[in-house]
């Protein structure tokens, strides 16, 4: 009876849920790389960070082609991957991969969270496009302040030249310049 009872205990249980963890911040904009003008994630980067193999990530973004236009996701090409190692120690001395990596877009990233249907993939890719749109955030709070600044050296180049106006006069009012005057008294041949 105590053993039923035990078992029954357990089947009444809620299974033990799994929380997937989601990498911090830094981490994620470690694996962001401007390729061809955009911000990229690697595939083997999101495939460490989704906690699949490279292969798999791969095979599930094929099976699913359709989900992926150009502008979600592109291969790189041989020099774009050699660029990017020589920046990124990524594999060890004398190893290589047979395919060119994939480079995932913001919404690449989104989609390719759909096609692995992971708790894993669905957190980390909600804290990637976090880290997306924090950066956006930031770009967007620094160009406002390049455009102020470059309005106050507008403005200050132009009082630079109206200054040195206001002090060219001050100059000849303080020191007039010497005008030729005719001598004072009797000329002899003037007369």
Same mark, same amino acid.
Request: no cysteine; aromatic share 6%.
């Given at each position: 009876?105590?053993?039923?009872?035990?078992?029954?205990?357990? &089947?009444?249980?809620?299974?033990?849920?799994?929380?997937?963890?989601?990498?911090?911040?830094?981490?994620?904009?470690?694996?962001?790389?401007?390729?061809?003008?955009?911000?990229?994630?690697?595939?083997?980067?999101?495939?460490?960070?989704?906690?699949?193999?490279?292969?798999?990530?791969?095979?599930? +973004?094929?099976?699913?082609?359709?989900?992926?236009?150009?502008?979600?996701? /592109?291969?790189?090409? $041989?020099?774009?991957?050699?660029? #990017?190692?020589? %920046?990124?120690?990524?594999?060890?001395?004398?190893?290589?991969?047979?395919?060119?990596?994939?480079?995932?877009?913001?919404?690449?990233? &989104? $989609? &390719?969270?759909?096609? #692995?249907?992971?708790? %894993?993939?669905?957190? +980390?890719?909600?804290?990637?496009?976090?880290? /997306?749109?924090? $950066?956006?955030?930031? #770009?967007?709070?620094?160009?406002?302040?390049?455009?102020? %600044?470059?309005?106050?050296?507008?403005?200050?180049?132009?009082?630079?030249? =109206?200054?040195?106006?206001?002090?060219?006069?001050?100059? =000849?009012? +303080?020191?007039?310049?010497? %005008?030729?005057?005719?001598?004072?008294?009797?000329?002899?041949? =003037?007369?």
């Amino acid at each position: 009876m105590l053993e039923t009872l035990s078992v029954d205990a357990l &089947l009444m249980e809620p299974p033990a849920s799994y929380t997937a963890v989601s990498p911090p911040d830094a981490l994620v904009t470690s694996r962001i790389h401007p390729v061809r003008g955009q911000k990229v994630i690697l595939d083997r980067d999101l495939a460490e960070l989704y906690g699949v193999e490279v292969k798999r990530l791969k095979q599930a +973004v094929r099976r699913n082609i359709d989900r992926f236009p150009e502008d979600f996701i /592109f291969e790189l090409t $041989m020099e774009e991957d050699r660029a #990017l190692r020589s %920046q990124f120690v990524t594999l060890k001395q004398g190893a290589h991969t047979k395919y060119l990596p994939f480079a995932f877009t913001e919404h690449g990233i &989104l $989609m &390719l969270a759909n096609v #692995l249907r992971s708790e %894993q993939a669905i957190a +980390v890719s909600i804290q990637i496009i976090r880290v /997306f749109n924090r $950066m956006r955030e930031v #770009l967007l709070s620094h160009r406002e302040i390049l455009q102020r %600044q470059e309005q106050l050296e507008g403005r200050v180049t132009g009082h630079d030249d =109206e200054i040195q106006a206001i002090f060219d006069h001050l100059t =000849e009012l +303080v020191a007039p310049a010497e %005008q030729m005057r005719k001598p004072i008294g009797f000329k002899p041949n =003037e007369a």
